[in-house]
């Protein structure tokens, strides 16, 4: 994870090097953390087609180890955001539910609409 917060703040470093150049408002700029269903029981298709992640001898781990890992990296990120002065959007994983995804990031019209809303409501 270290290395992993090293290439977010270089990449965040020229980011910035953008905003300066271009005289961009940097409090227009929202990153915004992408729901998944790897806490969800199911999603609207008829197969599960969730892509879950692997360990490091190669075996497939089940969501809930998914979701772990994913947290941990998306706390990284969301923290170092916030270090360099930019605001993050994320959705509550209590709102996610099953029918709003085709696999785990790919996410049906109904998704769309939730995404939507949650973006009219906290923008």
Do not use: C
């Amino acid at each position: 994870s270290t290395l992993y917060r090293i290439y977010l703040n270089e990449l965040l470093d020229k980011l910035d090097l953008v905003i300066k150049k271009y005289e961009i408002d940097k409090n227009k700029f929202f990153f915004f953390i992408e729901p998944n269903s790897y806490l969800n029981e199911t999603t609207s298709a008829s197969i599960d087609l969730r892509q879950y992640l692997y360990n490091v001898e190669g075996i497939k781990v089940d969501g809930k180890t998914s979701s772990k890992w994913i947290k941990i990296y998306d706390e990284i990120y969301i923290e170092t955001l916030i270090k360099k002065g930019f605001k993050v959007l994320k959705t509550k994983n209590s709102d996610l539910r099953s029918e709003y995804f085709y696999d785990v990031g790919h996410v049906t019209p109904a998704g769309s609409y939730f995404i939507g809303r949650f973006y009219s409501e906290n923008l």
